[in-house]
């Protein structure tokens, strides 16, 4: 996992971000889940918030704002993401594989 620890920290970093900004009504937290997948194949992340809304990859990502590009990071870093819908809220997830050798 050494080759990929750098991808998993930073979307790490990007979905715990989007839940403290926009999924976390005020008085409530989020939960961080790390798993390892199975034979040691990798990781999955899921990030477990109960804010509304569905987040999404923006559509332009080629304007000069500083913020707005975390899923859009996640997307190309990742190999798989997703939302799972929750009640209340959703689950945020992504699973990094291990670098063939």
Do not use: I, Q, Y
């Not at 989007?18 to 798993?35: D, E, I, M, Q, S």
């Not at 194949?41 to 477990?48: M, Q």
């Amino acid at each position: 996992m050494r080759g990929r620890a750098d991808d998993v920290v930073l979307c790490v970093s990007e979905l715990a971000t989007n839940a403290l900004l926009h999924g976390v009504p005020p008085g409530r937290g989020f939960l961080l889940r790390l798993w390892l997948l199975p034979c040691g194949d990798g990781v999955r992340v899921e990030v477990h918030d109960s804010g509304d809304g569905v987040p999404a990859v923006p559509l332009d990502s080629g304007g000069s704002d500083e913020g707005g590009r975390g899923l859009l990071l996640v997307s190309e870093l990742a190999d798989k993401w997703g939302v799972t819908e929750r009640e209340p809220g959703k689950v945020v997830w992504f699973e990094c594989g291990v670098p063939a050798d």
